[in-house]
């Protein structure tokens, strides 16, 4: 079922703004392009709903209740996908090696500085694996490119909270239980917290036990298994999401009619 179908499921009184966010799976920014528009919509605007089908945005530190940065997140990915296969003491080491460069950077000020600090930090990790380490190969440009873009340079310096702080419209934040891209019931905890903490008391949570990172699901519930698997996603996360979208519609429909 598309988002579109989704959509026109809904009944949403002809009193109502309902604020239509995309309901994609792909883009690791779609979420927080939807989080960054929400936090532009003036608070007298009624029945503006989010729903945040969690992606990558996400981290925390265990230490506070303050949603952490992109860096987070992908350090912790990178902790998390690869102790299937590898062993630890090889997991600490990629973890340690990714912390290195996602910390060049988010400190760069110089782009040419830090192409030259790349390809210097991954030449000696190169050198320590005993492997072919070649500059100009097409594959070696590639990885440089995508380490050095706009989009990783903002993603590391994310900070979910500063936008969630300001949706104060209902939300629906959900995940998959086996996600191995976010760490699923505290993700869903601090974004629930934090919502709370700056009065938006209107925030439902679900975790869906057994589904993956795309609501399938799953048995292995690694990356490589999404496209093995033939449902997109899961009927039950569909149905809850047009009931719940239906219910805040309702209510502040309710509201408006005895606000007359």
């Known amino acids: 079922m598309s988002s579109k179908e989704i959509l026109d499921q809904l009944i949403v009184p002809s009193n109502i703004k309902l604020v239509k966010i995309q309901l994609e799976q792909d883009t690791k920014s779609a979420c927080s392009t939807a989080l960054y528009s929400l936090s532009k919509i003036p608070s007298n605007i009624e029945g503006a709903i989010s729903f945040i089908a969690t992606d990558n945005i996400v981290s925390f530190d265990k230490n506070t209740n303050i949603l952490s940065e992109g860096f987070d997140i992908l350090v912790w990915q990178t902790r998390k996908v690869p102790s299937q296969l590898m062993p630890i003491n090889e997991v600490e080491k990629a973890v340690k090696r990714q912390k290195t460069v996602l910390t060049m950077i ?24 005993q492997k072919v380490f070649m500059v100009n190969t097409p594959e070696f440009q590639a990885q440089l ?45 601090k974004i629930d917290s934090v919502l709370k903490a700056h009065r938006n008391k209107a925030v439902k949570i679900k975790e869906y036990k057994g589904m993956n990172h795309l609501f399938q699901r799953c048995v292995a519930c690694d990356i490589a298994e999404y496209a093995k698997i033939e449902t997109t996603i899961e009927q039950e996360v569909l149905d809850d999401i047009i009931v719940w979208l239906n219910q805040v519609t309702k209510k502040s429909s309710e509201k408006q009619v005895k606000r007359r």
């Open 106 to 129: 988010k400190q760069s000020k110089d782009s040419v500085q830090l192409r030259n600090a790349l390809i210097d930090s991954l030449g000696t990790w190169a050198v320590e694996q």
């Open 145 to 189: 490119k995508q380490l050095q873009s706009p989009w990783l340079r903002f993603f590391i310096n994310y900070e979910p909270s500063s936008y969630l702080k300001n949706v104060k419209c209902p939300v629906f934040a959900i995940n998959g239980s086996e996600d191995m891209q976010v760490e699923s019931s505290e993700n869903l905890r």
